[in-house]
């Protein structure tokens, strides 16, 4: 009857948000507690989801790829702390000493770079367009600086520093792919293979994720995999065609079934073991999110993985967002339970079905937010500190413009969207779209430097003031 429970409150929310087909594995120490397939893999309805259907897993590839340089590391190859000039010497950061710069920065999103556009501009030089994406990609593809091709043409343009940096390093956290671009490159320097060749033989294999690869061909010769779906103009529209970006590998290129991804969170939640037989070094899986890392309820970006307490449960897990991808997987830390949830519908929110399937576990009700930040009675007494417009240049530019209304408070508008700020205290707000579920809303917070805000960061990326 638990499981019933869990299972139609999931569909409820899939069929809500029109997801064509899902994907969701539970497991314990004891195997797999619950797996469910959802809906459709292809866009004519006629291949169901099944337990071996290949998703894409996007972002939460991060992981796999920090857990590469943990082992690494673990055998005297390389360290988390070298600096990564020593792997790229054309590599510098505008008005920041190299050497400051660290492998570790690059796991945690701490260079002090903000986003970039480099990422979007190798998807539309190196992957064709369907036809409701023509329009965006032509306009990437006129603004493209350079074909961004290899990790060169990364580290060219990091070091021309069409940018404004956020800080020195480790200052700041804001989301950085060409950080993952580089560590990926790192692997294939120092393991004398490449990345892919090495996770396969030292995690895929020694875990029996035998339906995991990087290789597009290899999944699509399983003929189980699925297509990919994104909503354009309100319509769910399906795509043969898989995003391409040829330096960003580890970013977020892993292919996977959810029981794979959920074995290998398993693993990580016991320390590198899985069926009693330890897989993984204790020292590897402690370097990546273990007690060096604080354990807050606001949450720390470990390396691949996010790490907060909820009710005295450490939870580590990470997201995943590409074009007909939207991803969720983690674990309770030390207690032996792993989750993950794959969709084929992009920029769906995964967020309420993982939280759920903690709530499962913990037996808590299903609805149960798990959102730290709580709207509060206070108020802030100079709203002029917080107004402007910001900006994000990650492909096309976001602008945000925050106004303030004696009647509503702080309101952000964003193209054709406002959303309410709900104040947190600190400098801290929930965003929620007008007329929006309080279980949608993002984190906002503002930096503030000499009476104004310099940058707000929304959700893991930081943009910058520019009026």
């Keep these: 009857m638990k499981h019933l429970e869990y299972i139609n409150y999931v569909e409820a929310i899939l069929k809500e948000g029109q997801v064509p087909g899902a994907q969701i594995c539970l497991m314990d120490d004891s195997g797999v507690i ?18 071996k ?16 340089i943990s082992l690494l590391e673990h055998e ?8 990564v000039r020593k792997y790229f010497p054309a590599f510098s950061i505008p008005g920041m000493p190299p050497e400051a710069v660290t492998l570790e920065h690059l796991a945690m999103h701490t260079t002090g770079i903000p986003p970039l556009p480099t990422l979007a501009w190798s998807f539309v030089q190196h992957t064709p367009a369907d036809p409701w994406e023509e329009e965006d990609y032509q306009m990437l593809a006129k603004a493209a600086e350079c074909k961004v091709e290899t990790i060169d043409d990364i580290i060219q343009y990091i070091a021309e520093g069409k940018y404004r940096a956020l800080g020195q390093a480790g200052e700041y956290r804001s989301y950085l792919n060409e950080g993952y671009a580089l560590l990926s490159s790192v692997v294939d320097q120092v393991a004398n293979q490449t990345l892919e060749n090495f996770l396969a033989e030292r995690v895929f294999k020694p875990l029996g994720m035998h339906h995991t690869t990087f290789d597009l061909e290899e999944a699509k010769a399983s003929e189980d995999i699925t297509d990919l779906f994104s909503k354009s103009k309100g319509e769910v529209k399906g795509s043969k065609i898989w995003d391409e970006a040829p330096p960003y590998r580890g970013c977020g290129w892993v292919k996977s079934t959810a029981e794979d991804i959920t074995r290998y969170y398993l693993c990580l939640s016991q320390g590198g073991k899985l069926k009693h037989q330890q897989l993984l070094p204790v020292e590897v899986t402690e370097q990546m999110f273990g007690n060096r890392f604080a354990s807050t309820v606001e949450g720390t970006y470990c390396y691949g993985l996010n790490k907060h307490v909820f009710n005295g449960h450490v939870i580590c897990d990470h997201s995943g967002g590409l074009k007909g991808v939207a991803s ?3 674990f309770l830390k030390d207690e032996g339970f792993a989750v993950t949830v794959l969709t084929n519908l992009g920029s769906f929110n995964t967020a309420p079905i993982f939280n759920a399937a903690i709530n499962w576990k913990l037996e808590y009700p299903l609805e149960t937010s798990h959102q730290w930040a709580k709207p509060s009675n206070s108020t802030y ?27 509503e408070g702080l309101i952000a508008r964003a193209e054709d969207q406002e959303l309410r700020m709900i104040h947190c205290g600190r400098t801290d707000f929930l965003l929620i779209p007008k007329g929006g579920k309080e279980i949608d809303a993002i984190v906002c917070k503002a930096f503030v430097r000499d009476g104004k805000a310099w940058g707000y960061s929304r959700g893991s990326r930081i943009l910058q003031r520019i009026e």
């Design 53 to 68: 259907t290949i998703f894409g897993i996007a972002s939460m590839s991060k992981s796999l790829t920090c857990t590469a």
């Design 381 to 407: 007494f100079s709203p002029e500190v917080y107004t402007g417009k910001f900006s994000i240049r990650e492909g096309k530019e976001q602008i945000i413009e925050i106004v303030y209304d004696e009647t």
């Design 34 to 51: 619950l797996t469910h397939t959802y809906g459709f893999a292809d866009i004519e309805k006629s291949k169901p989801i099944t337990e």
């Design 328 to 330: 969720r997987g983690g």
């Design 76 to 83: 005297g190859k390389l360290s988390w702390q070298d600096p």
